[in-house]
């Protein structure tokens, strides 16, 4: 099924050719028309399935036909979790804004960042992506209004719920006109994804793209049993011996994640760490590092993977295992995405080889595991 028949306009289907998008996802093909058509959508569906374009590119028509509303009131609110993927969002929506016969102005707002720009670029905004605390900030300042959103979306619906922004959604959903399109999209289907459905959406079109083995088959995935006290030296090992030109590193900590690179530096392998407790200067100034590829090492948490997205990434370390099996899945599918293969390795202590089982099985897919002391 091609992009022109979902219904997209031809400027948009120029973009899309434009940026080598022949084809559209499993999400796309089943969230464009809904979207087009005013309806409400629960997408479920991995990291890298496409989720973003499938909103965006929908979201975009719709809104042309709303422009030359009120200055600072936004036509639609894209609500996330993280200031990355925050910056990753509104670059999809610029990308596809520049091919449109009308102009589109999307601002990404979030903090860590001075607050006085952002007001600023309040005017004449029509698509606004927010992380909640800033969102509601510029509204205390009278910098921003919500009475004429007619589309909210919840983008990593699953995160955000989890991080505690209940208190801030609900401060936010009290403003938004009850007249609206939602949309809702997460990587998991978790019971609180079940609730805030049951509360925000009015006889939804619901789209579910399990994650199922064949997702996972452009990942070459190994594992080495590695004791704690030796993960240090046998990451090393394995940066230098594959000769590591790009590689993404997960830690359970933030305190974790500064320890590997403290001892990835100290032994001249150039990497920065990227978590919650870096000022987003630091955040952003790596994260452009690792992506143009002038960074060799990254390392990083969970929740900052969210606005780390590579096409050709070619490896991921779990230094760490995560405590869910889904995080797992996520992690590892930062490589191995837009049908490019990539190596996913972890290392496992003793004391994880029975969470690792259980991932194994939650994943469908067996593990081949080498015992790390055949190697060194």
């Known amino acids: 099924m ?99 016969p009308q102009p589109v102005k999307t601002l990404a707002v979030y903090g860590g960042v001075s607050i006085n720009p952002q007001m600023m670029g309040m005017q004449g905004v029509n698509i606004l992506v927010a992380t909640p605390g800033r969102l509601l900030e510029l509204i205390d300042s009278n910098a921003v209004h919500l009475s004429s959103i007619e589309t909210l979306v919840l983008d990593e619906a699953d995160k955000m719920l989890n991080l505690g922004f209940k208190e801030e959604l609900n401060k936010i959903l009290a403003l938004l006109p009850e007249k609206r399109q939602n949309l809702l999209f997460s990587a998991t289907l978790s019971p609180d994804i079940e609730n805030i459905n049951q509360i925000l959406l009015h006889d939804p079109v619901v789209i579910k793209i399990e994650a199922g083995e064949d997702t996972l088959d452009t990942i070459n995935q190994l594992a080495y049993i590695v004791s704690d006290e030796k993960k240090g030296p046998f990451l090393r090992y394995l940066i230098n011996h594959h000769e590591m030109k790009q590689v993404l590193v997960f830690t359970s900590s933030t305190h974790q994640a500064d320890a590997v690179v403290n001892k990835l530096r100290k032994n001249n392998i150039d990497a920065k760490a990227i978590h919650s407790k870096k000022s987003q200067g630091s955040r952003t100034e790596s994260l452009y590092l690792f992506k143009s590829g002038k960074l060799k090492v990254l390392v990083a948490t969970d929740l900052m993977a969210r606005g780390i997205d590579i096409n050709f990434l070619p490896f991921v370390i779990n230094y760490e295992l995560p405590r869910s099996p889904k995080d797992y899945v996520h992690r590892i599918g930062r490589t191995g995405r837009a049908e490019n293969p990539g190596d996913a390795i972890s290392l496992v202590s003793q004391n994880e080889l029975h969470h690792f089982e259980v991932i194994q099985k939650k994943m469908g897919k067996q593990v081949k595991m080498i015992d790390s002391e055949t190697m060194l």
């Not at 569906?45 to 422009?67: C, D, E, F, I, R």
């Open 2 to 100: 091609p992009f022109s028949s979902l219904g997209l306009s031809p400027a948009l289907l120029k973009a899309l050719a434009n940026q080598n998008f022949t084809v559209p996802t499993p999400i796309q093909q089943a969230a464009i028309p809904a979207i087009l058509d005013k309806k409400d959508v629960l997408g479920i569906a991995k990291t890298g399935s496409g989720k973003t374009a499938g909103y965006a590119l929908p979201l975009l028509m719709n809104v042309q036909q709303s422009l030359g509303l009120k200055n600072r009131h936004a036509n639609a609110l894209v609500l996330v979790p993280t200031r990355e993927l925050a910056e990753q969002v509104k670059n999809v929506f610029q990308t596809f804004t520049k091919a449109l």
